[in-house]
């Protein structure tokens, strides 16, 4: 029998299981393509390794940095079999399934879990710059993915939503449905949003992180994010900050952290998501860094840009397939 969207609304409270308490780097995986356009799985195969090898505590994948806008759901479905099977379990793999239809992004979420995944990653419900739901709409929304994945599931807060989700409202989302205990906050004053979402959701609120390439990482780690969403440019680098902070070393956290400034701010404000794959190109990691159209590739200032920080810092990702 077919389940409608009415019939998983109230998630069953007696059957949610203990939530993982997952912390440190959950890198975002970019989505490989032959100069073509076509998808490069055995790219992907390698992007994964090479995220693996960086000490990555878990990897996200077809989040908004994955260019899932511009995938297909047939191919959204063969990378959620690829890669699940190739990490194999070797970290925990969060998969996003944002959709504005909550049928729709219930069924992804179940074949996620189908799959392997760990956790779930989603937007609030928006279409386009005027379609959005209300809280209460919000609430069945996730409520329903909750019911139908049996997953935890982390609530993407970010500006491409236009959706204002309030610390009260994330609160009250959080503990209305127990497995939406992960919180990607990556909004102007982040890290006053994570201490307000800390201060009012308490236990509720199992994974404060940040996002948008990790930019404002030490304010948020201060404020008590527990963990971060970057791109696969250099996480390693990213999780020695992370891991001196969480030792109480935060100096030299700091330190280590403004080594890595300059190219995290110039993948944030010059290139976005294009960063991570130019990078892993010129360390033979795939041999493309092709993005669909209508993105356009990088101008070659900027690349060059990148290249020469991401080469003082030493990122693993330059070297890894050579």
């Not at 992007?47 to 260019?67: K, P, R």
């Not at 969480?246 to 956290?253: L, N, S, T």
């Amino acid at each position: 029998m077919s389940t409608t969207a009415e019939q998983m609304i109230e998630p069953d409270l007696a059957r949610t299981p203990a939530i993982p308490r997952l912390t440190g780097v959950f890198p975002i995986a970019p989505t490989p393509f032959h100069p073509n356009g076509d998808l490069d799985l055995d790219g992907m195969k390698r992007v994964l390794d090479c995220m693996i090898d960086q000490g990555v505590d878990g990897i996200c994948i077809l989040a908004n940095f994955s260019e899932q806008f511009l995938l297909t759901d047939a191919e959204r479905d063969v990378l959620t079999g690829l890669c699940l099977d190739h990490v194999a379990g070797r970290v925990p793999v969060i998969v996003t399934t944002s959709h504005f239809s909550t049928r729709i992004a219930a069924e992804r979420g179940a074949r996620a879990r189908a799959a392997g995944a760990a956790m779930l990653m989603m937007m609030p419900p928006y279409h386009g710059a005027s379609l959005r739901a209300g809280e209460q709409g919000v609430i069945e929304h996730f409520a329903a993915v909750a019911q139908t994945s049996g997953l935890p599931i982390m609530v993407q807060d970010a500006p491409m939503s236009g959706v204002t989700l309030s610390p009260a409202f994330l609160a009250r989302l959080a503990r209305d449905v127990p497995l939406v205990s992960y919180f990607k906050i990556e909004v102007p004053f982040a890290a006053a949003k994570l201490r307000d979402l800390i201060a009012q959701g308490g236990a509720s609120i199992v994974g404060p992180f940040d996002g948008e390439e990790s930019i404002t990482l030490m304010a948020d780690l201060d404020a008590g994010a527990t963990g971060t969403m970057c791109s696969a440019l250099l996480p390693e680098k990213i999780k020695t900050v992370v891991t001196l902070h969480r030792e109480g070393r935060r100096a030299e956290a700091a330190a280590a952290y403004m080594r890595i400034l300059p190219l995290i701010n110039h993948e944030n404000r010059q290139c976005g998501l294009r960063a991570a794959k130019t990078v892993l190109m010129e360390g033979g990691v795939i041999r493309s860094d092709a993005v669909r159209h209508p993105l356009e590739p990088l101008h070659a200032q900027t690349r060059d840009s990148l290249l020469e920080l991401a080469r003082e810092a030493d990122v693993l990702a330059l070297r890894w397939g050579k």
